[in-house]
């Protein structure tokens, strides 16, 4: 049986004006009708052909091929004819017949009377094996009666611990409650901070005492800080001024020959031999920290002019 269906092919402006051409192929792609341009033109779109009233194919579906003749351009599909109520369709001779040949040629081929099979089956089946199909069950039964008495002591530890909670007379152990480690019982950080404030753990004397402090009052202790620190005013702000001030006031010469005036002030003299020095107009004795200084940076100088010399 066949089926006649519209054919239109869209070859593009570049295959205009050719001799176009149509070949059914059966769907297995053998040659249904050989190549034939009968009825086949173009439309008024460059490079589109039509069949006129259509092209005969199998019901099965099958190819349409165009092009020229011994030159294919493209090809179509076309599918099997839907089937209706009523419609019988040819199984044998259409092409799905081939199809239908495979679908038969898988189907199962047993032998109802042979019950080898079976047979064996049963006798690998022995009754140890069987066994172990119930332990598999055994097992499962048992683990579901271990899960329920776990969760049931589950529920029963949390029904204690909460019930404790809620009956429990303790105070939170949080802010100025919270006990230190070690402490009596009912001390806490609140209590132990009242304490110092109101003198019953040491006083500000008994403080100053554990420092080695002199007393607020009186004279400090031998070894105290405060003991210690008046040796240190006394000595840099009473006695080493008078002893600066001694040295000062009170100097000896210590020259082997000759003798050196040393005079407390801004002016010194300084009587010294040097031996024959000559034509020079005055000598210099400076003292220095440091030989680079300057001589405007001299801690002491002394000028000798030579004779008849006015030099300032």
Known sequence: MTQTVPATAVLGPGKTGLT?????????????????????????VAGTYRKASGVTVPDAGGYLVWGESGTDYAEATVDPKPAYAGTEM???????????????????????????GVTTLLSRLTATRAGYLDNLSAGAVALQSTLSTVASNV?????????????GTHEPQSGDSYARLGAPAGASIAADIAAISAGTGLTAQQTRDAMTLAPSAGTPAAGSI??????ILEDT?????GLMAAELSNTSDSTASGAITRTRGNTWTINATIGAITGYTSLWFTVKH???????????????????????
Do not use: H
């Open 155 to 167: 529920s029963t530890i949390l029904g204690r611990i909460i019930g404790t909670i809620a009956s």
């Open 226 to 231: 405060d003991d210690l620190l008046g040796d």
């Open 90 to 116: 040819d199984l044998v001779d259409a092409p799905n017949a081939t199809a239908i040949t495979a679908i038969q040629s898988g189907l199962s081929t047993y032998d109802g009377s042979d019950t080898s």
């Open 237 to 241: 702000g009473t006695t080493l001024p």
């Open 20 to 44: 176009i051409g149509v070949t059914v192929l059966n769907i297995d792609g053998t040659e249904y009708a050989a190549f034939s341009a009968s009825g086949v033109a173009e439309t008024s």
């Open 290 to 312: 440091d030989k680079d200084d300057a001589d405007s940076d001299a801690i002491l100088q002394i000028k000798l002019n030579s004779s008849g010399s006015d030099d300032d």
